[in-house]
């Protein structure tokens, strides 16, 4: 399964703009291709429509997937202007490869969450109960970084349990607990917040935790770099950490 590709178009003219104008003496639509972290779905599409307040006409192709299926199309050719992780070393895969134009920035952390069914039915308040034999658990493949995040988190209490189904990324995890096709899972609080309603959320304690750290850095080969960069200053500004904290992210 690849990853979902969402595309919005977001408009918004800058006051003396020097973008080329068209034939109609309108300026130019700049595109910029992101690919982003799952968990960074929602906040992006904001992030992106505050972004094109201030800027030219921008065309944002978002591409969200798991961080690392992301990097390898990336070293592999797929076109990126930018590329936000949700760890750093599937951002190391892109640096290594000579492919991160400028110096990554950490612009964002998350912490982790355990997601049960709304109203949580199995009674599930610790990790340990992740191991019981009637809870169906869920979590990304351990090659994602929610997944690797969720293993460290286990290991940490001290817990083996056995998830019914590794997922291709943290959104396909809550997706399952959301839809009642899991007990639980491991996700982000990000995650959580952004299914109120539908999951409820139960804390892992400060011991347990592992912190997500969110690098992000502009692609080279990239036709749109001036832009590339100015997101990428954007999303580390305090008008873009004001959109990331309401999506519950945390300053890096």
């Known amino acids: 399964m690849g990853p979902r590709v969402a595309i919005l178009t977001l408009v918004a003219f800058l006051a003396g703009a020097c973008a080329s104008p068209n034939p109609t003496g309108s300026p130019e639509i700049k595109n910029l291709t992101v690919f982003a972290a799952a968990s960074l779905t929602d906040s992006f599409a904001k992030a992106g429509n505050e972004f094109a307040k201030s800027n030219i006409r921008v065309r944002f192709t978002f591409n969200f997937g798991s961080s690392s299926t992301l990097a390898t199309q990336i070293t592999n050719g797929a076109r990126a202007d930018v590329f936000a992780s949700a760890d750093e070393a ?16 950490v612009f964002s952390t998350n912490r982790l969450e355990i997601a049960v069914a709304s109203g949580n039915p199995k009674k599930i308040a610790s990790l340990t109960d992740l191991a019981r034999p009637d809870v169906a658990l869920v979590l990304a493949a351990p090659t994602v970084p929610a997944g690797k995040y969720a293993l460290e988190a286990l290991t940490k209490a001290g817990v083996t349990a056995k998830p019914v189904s590794q997922e291709v990324d943290v959104r396909a995890v809550l997706n399952k607990v959301s839809l009642g096709e899991a007990d639980a899972g491991i996700v982000y609080v990000t995650d959580v917040k952004s299914a109120a309603g539908r999951v409820t959320g139960v804390d892992i304690p ?34 873009g950490q004001n959109v990331l904290a309401d999506f519950g992210f945390s300053k890096p």
């Open 90 to 105: 599937n951002m190391q895969k892109i640096v290594d490869a000579d492919l991160a134009e400028g110096t990554p920035i």
């Open 206 to 239: 400060e011991q347990h935790q592992v912190i997500a750290r969110y690098p992000v850095a502009a692609v080279k080969g990239t036709n749109s770099a001036d832009l590339a960069h100015r997101f990428v200053d954007f999303l580390a500004s305090p008008a």
